[in-house]
């Protein structure tokens, strides 16, 4: 099978990852995994009995510019056309690495795909918000306690700190139940199957 | 009361953490197409649609009207980039009281939605400037496409228009010769590293910049937890290699960060690289515990105050290079007086 990162050579490699217990496997080739830095080796650690938090980090989502969505890497442009609201040719565009107006993403829109997903790993917006004719400034509100609570259990079980989680846990468990016992609010709680998990 | 004179979480490695969103309106060119006429007239609708929102809390600089020193001095405060100090297009800015939130109207996008806290903040930033940008969408026709996000004139910020940066004093991955290897994996996942000063600018003082790099794809509370993710392990890895430097070399650490101490307190020439590095010095003394190190917040406002700009800003005349450095280590010297005499009484 094909590298799932690259796309392009074939797959030698295969990567377990186990993170909050759920395991799943990748299959790379040995370039893509190099370059998500699963052979480093010799960094000149020195004596420094500092273990790869940063590595282990990374690891929790490998991919971030892998977004499975469909890739249109290599996309040709026919190089007379121009913008017709700004003027701005494709060439213009190479020049500066600007384009010329909103609307050069809809005359220019193949290359463009193809261009974001080498960028981003992908050219679809992903943000249920952005309904800008009825946006309702209110709902925008500070994270909730809950929230929070949340990061930070995710963060702790990611730095293996277990005790610590586990008072986090007990925590949002507390303030769960007690918004769930307000019929205004009907939130529903992820936090028992993490904490099965673990 | 500015927002670097406040305390923020984690400061004894972040100095400070900036969220900003890249918006643009319908119906005009980016800003690198407008001509002045366009400039004008969208400079006015973006200052009238702020000031139907918020009346109060904004003020506008226009550039193009300041000094160079004033124009300097913003810079240094993380307000603008340094290649705004010489643009010829006008460009302005809408700026808060204490600085932590701000609107630059014709960077590289029409407008740059900027919140900026003191240590390592990404969540009250981000819903700082969240708010900010769709009350701006309430007001201003943004755009933006249901298949791309949000519109941008250079492909890189797309989507979301996100940027969360920390700027992050590692004095201790340095000195182990980790930074290298950091940074590189940083990269590789999808993060900016910079320095100081931001896009083009070197590592200077120990301080270096960490922002996302991907800002489509994943919602912006997405990006900003997974910043949060990268940090937080950045941060503990700072702490550990600090830790080990002290137990390795206790006096050889003390005597660099008093040295540099004595230094501030009793110079009379300084120039600006050695009043910064000096400075990472203090901090770092201040992180230890040292007795006698003054606070992070004071630490970073005197950091702000010895900028080329904001030193001829201060004295309120043009100096040149020799009267800058007598004026500098002026004013750090009778700053560590002050607060020696303020600690003994």
């Known amino acids: 099978m094909l590298c799932e990162k690259c796309h392009i050579n074939e797959a030698n490699i295969s990567v377990k990852t186990n993170i909050h217990g759920v395991t799943k496997t990748y299959q790379l080739c040995s370039e893509c995994a190099q370059k998500q830095g699963l052979f480093q080796s010799g960094f000149g650690f020195e004596s420094f009995p500092m273990s790869n938090y940063l590595g282990q980090a ?135 199957s993490e904490g099965d998990e673990k | 009361m500015s927002w670097y004179e406040e305390h923020g979480a984690d400061q004894d490695v972040v100095i400070s953490t900036r969220v900003r969103f890249a918006r643009n309106i319908k119906g005009y060119k980016f800003p690198h197409l407008l001509n002045s006429e366009k400039t004008a007239e969208l400079t006015n609708e973006v200052v009238t649609a702020v000031q139907r929102l918020d009346p109060k809390s904004f003020h506008m600089v226009e550039l193009n009207s300041m000094n160079l020193i004033d124009k300097q001095s913003l810079a240094e405060r993380h307000l603008i980039s340094p290649q705004l100090i010489n643009s010829k297009q006008n460009k302005s800015l809408l700026i808060n009281q204490n600085e932590d939130l701000s609107v630059l109207i014709l960077d590289e996008d029409h407008l740059r939605i900027q919140a900026i806290k003191a240590g390592f903040s990404p969540d009250q930033a981000f819903v700082q400037a969240k708010n900010l940008a769709v009350a701006l969408e309430s007001v201003l026709e943004i755009a933006c496409d249901q298949e791309f996000g949000y519109l941008t004139a250079c492909p890189t ?189």
């Open chain 1, 58 to 192: 990374l690891f929790n989502f490998p991919f971030v510019t892998l977004n499975n969505q469909p890739k249109t890497i290599g996309t040709q442009i026919d190089k007379s056309i121009r913008c017709p609201a700004c003027g701005q040719k494709y060439t213009d565009f190479r020049k500066t690495g600007l384009f010329g107006c909103p609307e050069c993403y809809s005359t220019f829109h193949d290359v463009i795909c193809s261009m974001l997903d080498q960028i981003h790993g992908g050219h679809i917006h992903n943000d249920t918000q952005i309904v800008p004719q009825n946006i309702d400034v209110e709902k925008v509100k500070p994270l909730t306690e809950i929230e929070q609570l949340k990061s930070e259990l995710k963060e702790k079980v990611q730095l293996e700190q277990y005790e610590e989680a586990a008072l986090i846990r007990d925590k949002i468990k507390e303030l769960t139940a007690a918004e769930k016992s307000n019929p205004a609010n009907n939130i529903e709680s992820e936090i028992e």
């Open chain 2, 157 to 345: 910020n797309v989507g979301t228009g996100l940027r969360i940066s920390a700027l992050l004093h590692v004095p201790g991955l340095e000195y182990l010769n980790q930074l290298k290897y950091m940074i590189d994996s940083l990269r590789r996942s999808g993060f900016t590293v910079r320095g100081y000063y931001g896009e083009g600018s070197s590592e200077q003082g120990q301080m270096l910049q960490i922002s996302n790099q991907i800002t489509l794809g994943k919602t912006d509370q997405e990006l900003v937890n997974q910043f949060k993710t990268i940090l937080s392990v950045f941060i503990k890895q700072e702490r550990e290699a600090r830790k080990h430097w002290y137990e390795r070399e206790q006096i050889k650490l003390q005597d660099k960060i008093y040295r540099s101490k004595a230094i501030l307190s009793n110079a009379y020439l300084i120039g600006h690289e050695e009043a910064f590095n000096c400075l990472s010095d203090v901090r770092l003394g201040r992180a230890l515990g040292f007795e006698g190190f003054p606070d992070y917040t004071d630490i970073l406002t005197l950091t702000y105050l010895i900028g080329v700009g904001s030193i001829q800003k201060k004295e309120g005349q043009i100096l040149n290079s020799e009267q800058r450095d007598i004026a500098r280590a002026k004013l750090i010297k009778k700053y560590f007086a002050d607060f020696i005499n303020n600690k003994d009484h």
